[in-house]
């Protein structure tokens, strides 16, 4: 059953936007975790996302990394795609913040619009390898990644200016989020059919993992489980978030139960999980 996030999209950006507002000139230029961008080139760069996929996806115009590989021959996608962000975030340097937010404010909108009406069962252009796929995704993956997206440069934002955490449901929907990339890491991690695994992200919610056939489904809930993956609730926000290191990880999620079980479905996604460098 397809996930939906579209709810959300318009409140996680309306948290945005009332962290934005409140910054001075100082807290704009404040580093963070992302080596090269202040928290203005993080904005600035929620923003290229949001341009980008609106041309690709709404508009089927041409994507912006095809256009910048007409001028950069021979790099590799990640290539591209690290090098496109830095030239847009430097390019768009000019951008006042009080502009900055009324544009965020406005593509937040445009894309919720499209995202609300688009179908989450249709089938979008472009593979969501975020869930482990190299096949063209339907909408409600597209739609999935982007909240994490949203999520996760939030979060980088509010650690870097030491303002509070994302909690109650938006952070409560990106936990959701794992659950279902648990289940699309492990697609080949295949215990006998009815194995069940808990993932347990404190107040933040609990899922339960079921083997079937061809993949493990999704439910939310449920007490009783062979093995079980637990995040400690004061990590579960840094989890989602992307604001956890190697050890930090090993620390904040522990394994119970049928370890070999809950070891095995983990262990896809862990890597995914840690703070980019």
């Given amino acids: 059953m397809p996930l939906d996030l579209t709810p959300f999209l318009r409140p996680e950006r309306a948290a945005l936007l009332e962290l ?4 001075t000139d100082e807290e704009w230029a404040t580093p963070t975790e992302c ?19 609106l041309t690709r996806q709404r508009d089927h115009s041409t994507d912006s990394l095809t256009l910048f590989a007409e001028d950069h021959p021979g790099l590799t996608f990640r290539e591209l ?17 009080p502009l900055l937010i009324e544009l965020l404010d406005l593509v937040g909108q445009w894309s919720a619009d499209f995202y609300e009406g688009v179908g989450l069962d249709t089938i979008s252009g472009e593979p969501v390898q975020f869930f482990a796929t190299l096949d063209l995704s339907p ?9 994490s997206e949203r999520f996760i440069h939030q979060a980088q934002i509010r650690r870097a200016l030491g303002r509070p955490e994302v909690d109650g449901e938006l952070l409560a929907v990106a936990a959701e989020v794992h659950a279902h990339l ?3 890491w492990a697609r080949e991690f295949a215990p006998p059919a009815g194995a069940t695994v808990a993932f347990a992200a404190g107040a933040a919610g609990r899922w339960v993992l079921t083997r079937e056939a061809d993949g493990w489904a999704v439910d939310a809930g449920g007490t009783d489980a062979d093995g079980t993956i637990s995040v400690a609730d004061g990590a579960v926000n ?5 604001g956890l290191d190697a ?3 090993d620390r904040a999620v522990t394994c119970s139960g049928d370890l070999d079980l809950a070891r095995g479905l983990f262990a896809p996604i862990a890597p995914l999980l840690v703070r980019p460098e």
Avoid: C, M, T
């Fill in 139 to 147: 909408y409600w993956q597209v739609i999935a990644r982007e909240y």
């Fill in 81 to 97: 795609l690290d090098g496109f962000n830095e030239h847009w975030v430097s390019g768009a340097r000019f951008l006042s913040a």
């Fill in 20 to 23: 934005l507002r409140d910054l």
């Fill in 35 to 53: 080596p090269a961008w202040s928290v203005k080139g993080l904005a600035l760069h929620i923003l290229g996302d949001d341009l980008s996929l």
């Fill in 182 to 184: 648990l289940a699309a």
């Fill in 238 to 242: 840094r989890l989602v978030g992307r």
């Fill in 247 to 249: 050890p930090d990880l």
